[in-house]
């Protein structure tokens, strides 16, 4: 008898549709923001989010040599959003392992200004990013990686540059 009025119930009453996530809802990722320590900078350059997606394009710098270039999409699939990047080189070459795909991210969770994105299994030894900000002017962005089988990762705290 319960599973017949759980059936009505639902058949009555069907749940509502489970709002998901858009691209507008990653606009605090928006502006110029540039961080580093021990004589590395690294900065990225978030565009707006506009016709379902965001891109960004970001550089790694130690003393006066480039060491990483790279160049993220976020779009919004089926719906939810997804993150694909990669690295290159100045010669516009990508990084070894990159050569095919895009290593790719799903957002997993977002709450206000606080954006983690996961892969699933790791891509190229990348398991998750987190964006999140600790102020209106800073940005901090924790990777977490997977290396020869061991977990390890970094955080980049970014200031935003007006």
Known sequence: MLRFFIAITVLLFPAKAIATDTIEDLAFLEGHWRGGSDGFVFEEIWSSPEGGVMTAMARGISGETVRVL???VI????????MRFKHFNTDYSVWTGEENAPLELTLKTLDGTDAVFTADPPTHSVASIRYWKPSDKTLQVDVKQIENGEPGGFSLLFKRID
Not at 75 to 82: D, P, R, Y
């Open 70 to 72: 790279e160049y993220v």
């Open 75 to 82: 779009s919004e699939e089926n719906g939810q959003l997804v």
